[in-house]
């Protein structure tokens, strides 16, 4: 059996051993994650006219070498010209400026319309979506900037590394002490963002299909505190 004495020289050891390590280190390291999210800010939205052949869905469609819109395409274009100089969408007609390579011939008019909020967007959507013969997709997303949120963000961070290297400290017996180095690591967004957004330009899942999501950005910290 071991004497008193003997296992309070032992007890104070360990302690003072355990110390000495977390005095040799003399900083306590966490890494924080922020996550933003950014808001669409506006949306470029293309209407075709006629036949889509870059769906793969359509290949086989009619008359895709001819030279001349049909009257049909003639009749869907006036249609929805006429649409959106009455709702006095931001317009372009696209076609001449449309510089796409790909083996099939299209020579089908296009629109590029710029629209500042999702409203706008399902204005647009609601106003086309009976016309004959067109098809529209999101081609661009231009989102919200970071620079808006990154004081805030900061702060959560902040707050977020001293609590977590607080609770560390705490449990080593020791007191936190001074931020001694900032880490930035390397800047991410939502893996997924990136997939969906594809998904959602494709001619075949065009607006309305999947609700339009925020842009995830994610910032990245490594804090290192001083102990006491």
């Known amino acids: ?35 933003t999210s950014l808001k669409p800010i506006l949306f470029v939205y293309q209407i075709d006219i006629g036949s889509d052949k870059n769906n793969y869905l359509d290949m086989d469609s009619p008359n895709e070498n001819s030279e001349a819109p049909s009257l049909a395409t003639t009749l869907s ?17 696209a076609s001449e400026k449309n510089y796409t390579l790909s083996e099939y011939k299209n020579n089908n008019p296009s629109y590029t319309v710029k629209l500042r909020s999702e409203d706008e967007l399902k204005k647009l959507y609601s106003a086309v979506k009976s016309i004959k013969g067109i ?62 957004n594809l998904l959602k330009g494709m001619p075949y899942n065009g607006y309305g299909e999947e609700e339009l999501s925020d842009h995830k950005y994610v910032k990245n910290y490594t804090y290192k505190f001083s102990i006491k």
Do not use: H, W
């Not at 929805?80 to 007609?93: H, M, N, P, S, T």
């Not at 020791?174 to 690591?185: I, S």
């Open 1 to 35: 059996m071991v004497p008193k004495a003997a296992l309070y020289i032992l007890i104070i050891f360990c302690c003072f051993s355990k110390t000495s390590v977390s005095q040799e280190q003399k900083f306590i390291e966490v890494s924080i994650s922020d996550t």
């Open 77 to 93: 274009l006036t249609e929805l010209d006429a649409v959106l100089k009455r709702e006095k969408f931001d317009f372009e007609y």
């Open 135 to 196: 098809t529209g997709k999101i081609k661009e997303i231009e989102y919200e900037s970071y620079s808006m949120y990154e004081t805030n963000s900061f702060k959560r961070i902040y707050t977020k590394a001293k609590a977590k290297a607080n609770l560390i400290a705490v449990s080593s017996m020791v007191q936190l002490g001074d931020v001694l180095a900032v880490t930035e690591l390397k800047e991410s967004t939502d893996p997924l963002f990136s997939y969906k």
